[in-house]
């Protein structure tokens, strides 16, 4: 639908309906900024996470009780 027929379209309805209709573009445009947010590009978190050798060994008793 044209921008033009869109708005005239618009224009016809009750006055609480193009409140709908605002609300609604709103909605839309809320969404639209939030699915912008969310996506992520490879490599974003390079060199910012860290996982070390011993990653995998279990912990020592130490750690467990406290002591450490």
């Not at 044209?2 to 605002?22: A, D, F, G, Y």
């Not at 445009?29 to 699915?35: D, E, P, S």
């Not at 590009?41 to 750690?63: A, R, W």
């Amino acid at each position: 639908m044209h921008s033009q027929r869109l708005i005239q379209e618009i224009e016809i309805l009750p006055p609480e309906l193009q409140k709908q209709v605002s609300d609604f573009v709103g909605f839309l445009r809320k969404q639209q900024q939030k699915q912008a947010i969310k996506k992520r590009t490879v490599g974003e978190y390079k060199d910012k996470i860290v996982i070390y050798e011993d990653f995998d060994e279990p912990l020592s008793d130490d750690f467990w009780l406290g002591e450490k």
